[in-house]
């Protein structure tokens, strides 16, 4: 079992930067791909960008890429997401999610990912 604790979020303006963690508990960190999604009001929640558990394969919504870089530590059990040239659409609450998957696994859909943190709000104002 793992813990998820976001923490980053916050009010920026619009072409403005923003870096989110997710901070993990327990000792079988490194087993899990962990992904971010986002939810804005509403609408549904969608996938943003996932690791593997290896760290080696990324991958990115159309929407955020080249824009988003996610990045995970091993050693202080994070992953990371750095947003730069945010836009008002990228305003949502930030959920990080970690799912057993295979060394290079990352998947898109919500109901693979068993555990989930609290949630960071972003807002990008214009």
């Known amino acids: 079992q793992v813990q998820l604790v976001e923490s980053g979020g916050g009010l920026v303006q619009a072409g403005g930067s923003v870096r989110l963690s997710c901070a993990a508990s327990?000792?079988?960190?490194?087993?899990?791909?962990i992904t971010w999604f986002r939810q804005a009001p509403g609408k549904e929640r969608e996938f943003v960008a996932g690791?593997?558990?290896?760290?080696?394969?990324?991958d990115y919504a159309d929407s955020v890429k080249g824009r988003f870089t996610i990045s995970r530590d091993h050693a202080k059990n994070t992953v990371d997401l750095q947003m730069n040239s945010l836009n008002s659409e990228d305003t949502a609450v930030y959920y990080c999610?970690?799912?057993?998957?295979?060394?290079?696994?990352?998947?898109?859909?919500?109901?693979?990912?068993?555990?989930w943190g609290q949630g960071t709000q972003v807002t990008v104002s214009s």
């Open positions: 327990g000792r079988t960190f490194s087993s899990y791909a």
């Open positions: 690791i593997s558990r290896s760290g080696i394969v990324s």
């Open positions: 999610a970690a799912a057993l998957l295979g060394p290079y696994g990352v998947k898109k859909t919500v109901s693979t990912y068993d555990y």
